[in-house]
C-alpha cells in the first residue's frame, strides 16, 4: 500500500462521493453488465446505464451480486474527462508493453474504472498477459486478499470450471472460503495468505501472478492499469516464452528500445530473435 500518489489528482474532488461524481458525470454512460446468451453461445447482450442511474441502482441493491462496474470500453467524447481525472504515477510509468504500437494492440484494454457498492467487488483471480496492477482509491474502502503465485487454484476456492468461475458472486467466497482460510489453524498462513484493507487516497500494487480478489465497502471508485514493468521481467519472461510471436516481438523491442534489459531475459544485444530468445 502506497500513500499520496493520488494527490493533485482531478479525480479527488470529482470522485470523493457518488454524490459528486454524479453532480460530474451524471449522464455518462456505463457498462454495468453483459448478458450471455441461455445457450452461452453467440456474442452477449451489454447493459448500459447512466451514471445517476447506476448510482441510485447501487445504493439501493439488495442482491448478492450486484452489478459492478468495470469500466474498460470508453466511447470518444463521452469518456473522455475521466482520463482527465487522473495521472498514471511515475512509479509505474514504465510498461513494456507500450514500446511498441503492436505490442499495445496485443493488451489494448489495460485502464479500468471501478464503481461499485457494497458486496460489489472481484473473485480470485490472476491479472492477464503477464502483467501486474496498481489500484488507486478515490472514495469508499476495498477489502484485499492475495495469494502467491505458485498456489494451487483448488487450495484458496477457484472453481475448475470457467462458467462457474464468471458467475460466481464474489461475495459467496468471502462467505464460503475466506473465514475457513484466515481462521487460526486454517489453510491461509501456510498457503501465504495477504490481506488488506485500502482507504480512499491509497494505491495498491498487485505482482504478476498473484491470485487477489476484493470486496467492496461501501460506495467506491478506484482507477487501475495493468502493466508489464521492467522489474517483472525476470520471473515473467519464462512465463511468456510459449507464446513465440508475442515474446519475439517484445525481444525485438527490446533489443531495438531498451537494450539494457536483455539481461533480464536471458538474451544478448547482437543476438538474432527468430521466434525465441537463447536463455529463450
Keep these: 500500500i502506497i500513500d499520496g500518489l493520488a494527490d493533485g489528482w482531478r479525480a479527488q474532488e470529482r470522485w470523493c462521493s457518488a ?18 446468451s441461455v445457450s452461452g453461445m453467440g456474442k452477449g447482450t451489454e447493459l448500459w446505464l447512466p451514471a445517476r442511474y ?27 474527462e475521466l482520463f482527465k481525472d ?13 514500446l511498441t504500437p503492436r505490442l499495445r494492440a496485443g493488451f489494448a484494454q489495460n485502464r479500468f474504472f471501478c464503481l461499485g457498492g457494497e458486496r460489489t467487488g472481484s473473485t480470485l483471480h490472476v491479472d492477464p498477459h503477464f502483467t501486474g496492477a496498481w489500484n488507486t482509491l478515490l472514495c469508499g474502502e476495498k477489502r484485499w486478499v492475495l495469494f502467491p503465485p505458485d498456489t494451487a487454484p483448488d487450495e484458496i476456492g477457484v472453481p475448475t470450471d470457467l462458467r462457474d468461475r464468471l458467475r460466481t458472486p464474489c461475495a459467496y467466497w468471502w462467505h464460503d472460503w475466506y473465514p475457513r482460510l484466515a481462521a487460526k489453524g486454517g489453510d491461509g498462513e501456510r498457503l501465504g495468505l495477504r490481506e488488506v484493507v485500502q482507504r480512499a487516497g491509497e494505491t495498491i500494487y498487485v505482482p504478476p501472478g498473484w491470485w487477489h480478489a476484493v470486496l467492496n465497502h461501501g460506495w467506491t471508485i478506484a482507477v487501475t492499469e495493468n502493466q508489464l514493468s521492467p522489474q517483472t521481467l525476470p520471473r515473467t519472461w519464462p512465463q511468456l516464452l510459449p507464446d513465440g510471436d508475442r515474446s519475439a516481438r517484445l525481444a525485438r523491442a527490446l533489443r531495438r528500445l531498451r537494450p539494457e534489459l536483455l539481461p533480464a531475459i536471458g538474451a544478448e544485444a547482437n543476438e538474432d530473435d527468430g521466434g525465441s530468445t537463447t536463455g529463450s
Design 86 to 98: 487522473y495521472e498514471r504515477p511515475a512509479l509505474f510509468s514504465d510498461d513494456l508493453w507500450d
Design 19 to 36: 454524490e459528486e461524481f454524479v453532480k460530474h458525470y451524471g449522464d455518462m454512460p456505463l457498462k454495468v453488465h453483459e448478458l450471455v
Design 54 to 80: 447506476y448510482v441510485e441502482y447501487a445504493q439501493n441493491a439488495t442482491t448478492d451480486a450486484p452489478f459492478y462496474v468495470f469500466q474498460k470500453k470508453f466511447i470518444e467524447g463521452q469518456h473522455d
